[in-house]
């Protein structure tokens, strides 16, 4: 069975996720202006928060959540964060996320852009490289020193002001102070304070490759010829940078993705599986049960009672 061409994955966009789980009704629509879908930089506390759950979901922009008092949780990938003041999380467009629990007790600033903005007439791709928690395998979490924090905020307050402040945001302004932004936070990113390792920067492709080849490939083998090193090389390297084996990211990313489609898209459990690279769909399925308990059936039934 192949998928129809016309039948895509769902990513939202901007305007599409808050009507979706702000609530069509909702008020605080009237915050979000004519560019809004490329970039909106706005305080948690002035906004009302989301009125449902989010389940596994994708983006096509940046979000970065800077808390400045409370505590926010989601999950970026496979992984929950807590976030609380002074600390941000990242969301890179195109990763994975969720949001089971709703509350409004933080306060802090959200800023979204889309990732055409740093591409524009002061940045360029290779600068972006700079910046690890862009990246889908990066670190999205930083805890910011005491000094730092009155820079960010200035920064992010400026930001705020240049979206509510005029009609039609100037996007070179813009992109000038996210970069500025951007080069705050990495003063206080973990790896900018030792130097990186060759696990580490080994580790950190891989991420990017599995992300970006999990429908085709599932083989350690794969991967390790992709990165010029044998596969027990590659499996020591991951295991001593993350704690679990490069098959153990494999196989987290196979379900997340699967995760993610149950919950996005009437795929049906055979197109799904091979959206993530199994042929046979009843492999698939024992292969989502082993790890989840469930079938993937039962997990789409568990999201409909939801």
């Known amino acids: 069975m192949k998928i129809k061409p016309d039948e895509k994955v769902k990513t939202y966009e901007a305007k599409g996720f808050r009507e979706k789980f702000l609530g069509e009704e909702n008020p605080m629509h009237l915050l979000f202006k004519s560019n809004s879908d490329h970039f909106f930089c706005l305080k948690m506390e002035e906004m009302m928060q989301l009125q449902f ?14 808390v400045t008092s409370g505590t ?9 964060y807590q976030t609380v003041s002074n600390e941000i999380i990242m969301v890179p467009a195109g990763q994975i996320f969720s949001i089971e629990n709703v509350n409004s007790t933080h306060t802090g600033y959200i800023c979204q852009f889309h990732p055409d903005i740093l591409i524009g007439k002061y ?51 813009v992109q000038s102070y996210l970069i500025a932004l951007f080069y705050e936070m990495n003063k206080n990113s973990v790896q900018t304070f030792k ?37 027990n090389h590659l499996n020591k390297s991951v295991k001593f940078v993350t704690g679990q084996s490069a098959a153990k990211w494999i196989e987290e990313t196979i379900l997340l993705e699967a995760k993610y489609l149950l919950f996005q898209t009437t795929f049906s459990v055979s197109e799904i599986a091979l959206q993530v690279g199994h042929e046979d769909h009843s492999y698939f399925s024992r292969f989502f049960k082993k790890h989840e308990g469930i079938t993937p059936i039962q997990y789409r039934k568990l999201i409909d009672k939801s």
């Open 53 to 66: 759950p989010v389940p596994p979901s994708k983006h096509s922009c940046h979000t970065l959540l800077f």
């Open 72 to 80: 926010h949780v989601m999950k970026v990938g496979y992984k929950e």
């Open 195 to 231: 130097s990186i390792s060759a696990a580490e920067v080994l580790s950190s492709k891989f991420k990017e490759l599995i992300h970006n080849n999990i429908k085709t490939h599932h083989q350690v083998n794969y991967y390790a010829s992709l990165l010029n090193v044998t596969p």
């Open 123 to 173: 940045g360029n791709r290779e600068m972006i490289n700079d910046f690890d928690f862009l990246k889908i395998s990066g670190n999205p979490k930083i805890s910011l020193a005491e000094e730092d924090v009155k820079s960010i905020i200035a920064i992010l307050s400026r930001l705020q002001q240049e979206y509510l402040g005029t009609q039609t945001a100037n996007l070179n302004i």
